[in-house]
T-cell receptor
Framework: NAGVTQTPKFQVLKTGQSMTLQCAQD?????MYWYRQDPGMGLRLIYY???????DKGEVPNGYNVSRLNKREFSLRLESAAPSQTSVYFC????????????FGEGSRLTVL | DAKTTQPPSMDCAEGRAANLPCNHS???????VYWYRQIHSQGPQYIIH???NNETNEMASLIITEDRKSSTLILPHATLRDTAVYYC????????????FGTGTSLTVIP
């Protein structure tokens, strides 16, 4: 039982390049989330998906797009990476939008040069 | 969601109880108190949550004051592996979508 799996774990990009962070959960959860964490700061919500087929903006959505591919998978895309997007990205899932605790992946460390 | 205030850092001797305070003076009646911790930049880990009553599980105890304006997370016998950043979060069961993590308390367990 892997829980929440994120790939890649590390990535270095040049300004303007694009990339997609992948997230998959095997807990049959309906809700999934993407957070970013900058040094010395707490986590900030980028986007979330309450259920398959729906996505909504969180606190800091600018510069990102998401896709809820199916119930298991929720991807985060940077279309044109900027140095300000250098961060650690965490994917999380939850049984329902209003139920249960968040389960987090191990994080994806992204550096934009 | 109610804002929380936590001390930025605390120390605790190994084997002693660690008591981590959290103020949430603007909490409303339907807002839960959640605690998570993050060990060395790993993904945050759920610890415990409560609404009004004190709660206990295998990891910790949560003490919520009668007026619900503050709470304390208690790790009964702290170990070196409990060194982490602890986040106190207050969120409503109605909003559903957002946990605001803040900057938390960095707990260092000292041998």
């Amino acid at each position: 039982n892997a829980g929440v799996t994120q790939t890649p774990k590390f990535q270095v990009l040049k300004t303007g390049q694009s990339m997609t962070l992948q997230c998959a959960q095997d807990m049959n959860h309906n809700s999934m989330y993407w957070y970013r964490q900058d040094p010395g700061m707490g986590l900030r919500l980028i986007y979330y998906s309450a259920s398959e087929g729906t996505t909504d903006k969180g606190e800091v959505p600018n510069g990102y797009n998401v896709s809820r591919l199916n119930k298991r998978e929720f991807s985060l895309r940077l279309e044109s990476a900027a140095p300000s997007q250098t961060s650690v990205y965490f994917c999380a899932s939850r049984l329902e939008l209003n139920t249960g605790e968040l389960f987090f992946g191990e994080g994806s460390r992204l550096t934009v040069l | 969601d109610a804002k929380t205030t936590q001390p930025p850092s605390m120390d605790c001797a190994e084997g002693r109880a660690a008591n981590l305070p959290c103020n949430h003076s603007t909490i409303s009646g339907n807002e839960y108190v959640y605690w998570y911790r993050q060990i060395h930049s790993q993904g945050p880990q759920y610890i415990i949550h409560g609404l009004k009553n004190n709660e206990t599980n295998e990891m910790a105890s949560l003490i919520i004051t009668e007026d619900r304006k503050s709470s304390t997370l208690i790790l009964p016998h702290a170990t070196l592996r409990d060194t982490a950043v602890y986040y106190c979060i207050v969120r409503s069961s109605n909003t559903g979508n957002q946990f605001y993590f803040g900057t938390g308390t960095s707990l260092t367990v000292i041998p």
